[in-house]
C-alpha cells in the first residue's frame, strides 16, 4: 500500500494551500497528516476516519485547518488557511486502522507517505 502526498508550496503568510494524499488501495479505517518543521520533532495535526465523518485535529489547528476525505477517489486533503510562517513544514500523510491512534493525537501510525514541502513566508 503506498501513501503519496502532494500540494506543498512555498506560499505567503495568509495565504491558503489544499495538501492532497492519493491512497493505492482502501484498505485503513484511518489516515491522517503529520509535519514536521526543521530541528523539531513530527507533530501531529489532524486525523479521520474512512468514512470521512469523525475527524480530530491538534487543538492549535483547529478553525485554520480542515481535514476531509473523497472515498470514492482514495484521497484525503487537508486544507490549511491563514497560513504562517511557523505552519512551515514537511507534511506526511498517513494511515493506521487502530482507533487509538488516530484519538491519540499523536504520530503513531503504521504506514506513510513521503511528506511534501509547505514554505510559508513573512
Known amino acids: 500500500v503506498q501513501l503519496q502526498a502532494s500540494g506543498g508550496g512555498l506560499v505567503q503568510a495568509g495565504d491558503s494551500l489544499r495538501l492532497s494524499c492519493a491512497a493505492s488501495?482502501?484498505?485503513?479505517?484511518?489516515q491522517g497528516w503529520c509535519r514536521q518543521a526543521p530541528g523539531k520533532e513530527r507533530e501531529f495535526v489532524a486525523a479521520i476516519n474512512w468514512s470521512g465523518t469523525t475527524a480530530y485535529y491538534k487543538e492549535a489547528m483547529k478553525g485554520r485547518f480542515s481535514i476531509s476525505r473523497d472515498d470514492a477517489k482514495n484521497m484525503m486533503y487537508l486544507e490549511m488557511n491563514s497560513l504562517k510562517p511557523e505552519d512551515t513544514a514537511i507534511y506526511y500523510c498517513?494511515?493506521?486502522?487502530?482507533?487509538?491512534?488516530?484519538?491519540?493525537?499523536?504520530?503513531?501510525?503504521?504506514?506513510w507517505g513521503q511528506g511534501t514541502l509547505v514554505t510559508v513566508s513573512s
Open positions: 498517513a494511515a493506521d486502522n487502530n482507533h487509538r491512534v488516530a484519538t491519540s493525537k499523536r504520530c503513531l501510525y503504521d504506514y
Open positions: 488501495e482502501r484498505t485503513f479505517r484511518y
